[in-house]
């Protein structure tokens, strides 16, 4: 116990902490008796391969995003990005799981075109915006600028209004109530994430427009 507790580090038991133990604790004992039971081998949908490729799609472009676009103006909280990173893999598992549970006749076409058109929509839209966002800043300025141009000049953060689009475009192709739920739920987030932001920047710019609205144009 004396050479473990030299080696092993042992944590703070805080929200984060406790949740990933507990992830490796399930997948500990899950994994084995899942196995045995062949269940790791799974006949896919097309559907369910349709939602899997759009999930990396759109993870790869965050990625990209955050290597190559995005200029950060401070450090960010190692909890908040983990709390983040935790929720999104999460809904990645819960979204690529329950596609494989909905057998190919159940499914429909027009869902899926609907859904890769609003996935397509979302993502360009997304990318444009954060695109404006990173174009503000100058290299190693650190300031904040107040955002224009495209739905900029009627939102506060369009850039989430197409992140909802895209992941209900998400669900919609794999053509399950969870996934949708989760959607809404990823929804709620957002908004919220966006009222935050029109609030800050309301105390932080004293000419910012009292009629731009957080997410979404002349409503919300």
Known sequence: MQLLGRLLVVPDWTFINLAIALFGVLNIVLAGPREARRGGQIGYSKFCRASKLLLAFHFLKRELEVLFLHQYSSRAELEAVSTAGIGYTLLTVQVYYVGTQVPDHAYEQLPLLVGLAMFVTG???????????????????????????????????PHYLFEIIAWVGIATVSQHLLNLLSAFGMGSYLLGRAAATTHWYRQKFDDYPKDRKHVLPYVF
């Open 123 to 157: 993502e360009l839209g997304n990318f444009y915006h954060h695109y404006l966002l990173a174009s503000l800043r100058s290299t190693g300025q650190h300031g904040y600028v107040l955002p224009t141009r495209g739905l900029f000049d009627r939102v506060s953060c």
